[in-house]
């Protein structure tokens, strides 16, 4: 049980340090925004433009890995899509339904608990995954958001709305950078390494307190379905994660819990964020934000008992 506890307790204590520094007022009400722009514009970024820089394509090209997966994100999203899209023939709606089922926090949950359960090794499939979800998974989603604000737009608009909304984003363009930097074969100044190596180091801190700031901030209302997206947040996505690694792909015994442990993070800030930027209602997603961090202190705590078990 030691080992379990020694993963999850200091990544949940960072969120619940932030929870009672923003109920107590030691934090103020715009703490969580302004610790989150810079987790996502300073301190992400240079932990994915570092980790990509110094990596070769052998490491971040796991295609079975990304595979399974894929294959949890994107079922639960387009099943949850297609469904809330058959009862209320909103595509707006609808996204955010699917986002909220299916949007793992990798970037501020997965890397840090992977290196902890993990190792050093743990890195690559949390930046992985993290690009999985950025680009493809918000991607997909914005898609079909703009798809359904902008139907009366040419296709070729909604297709450069789209291009616009990625190639902007920082989550994006810096593990990107970091690839072509590494192609280039170019050394970094030490300068300019140790200026990353400070910015990355806070990336994971920051992140989590942010979270614990958000869920202290947007807890309130009382909304429907948030049971049953939770459910399958937490049980079902990654029980077809490990479908795909484990009986039909066969991966190393690494990759498999790495799947697993990732598809099994609870629900980012990432939907909610989408949905103020869209002027949507994020009560709904605020409070599925909410309930999957709490109820992932006990799936995730049997999912490391089980990494500890079979390694």
Known sequence: ????LSVVVPVFALILAGFIAGKTGKLGPNASTEIN????????????FTFTANSDWQTLWQPGFIIAFSAGC???YIALLLYRWYH??????????GLSGSYANTGYMGIPLCLLALGDDGLAPAVIATLVVVCGLF??????IEFGKQSHKPWYEIIAIVLGSLAKNPLLVAPIAGAAWSASGLQMIEPAQQFLSFLAAAASPCALVSIGLFL???SDGKVSGVWSLTFIKLIVQPGVAWLVAEPILGLPLFWVQAAVLMSALPTGTGPFMLAQYYQADGSAISRIVLQTTLGSIVTLSMIIWWINQTA
């Open 1 to 4: 049980m030691l080992p379990v």
């Open 37 to 48: 722009r810079f987790v996502v514009w300073l301190a992400l970024p240079a932990q994915l």
């Open 74 to 76: 994107f079922a639960v």
């Open 88 to 97: 209320t023939r909103d595509w707006v709606a609808a996204s955010f339904t």
């Open 139 to 144: 991607g997909l989603a914005i898609v079909f």
């Open 216 to 218: 202290m901030q947007k």
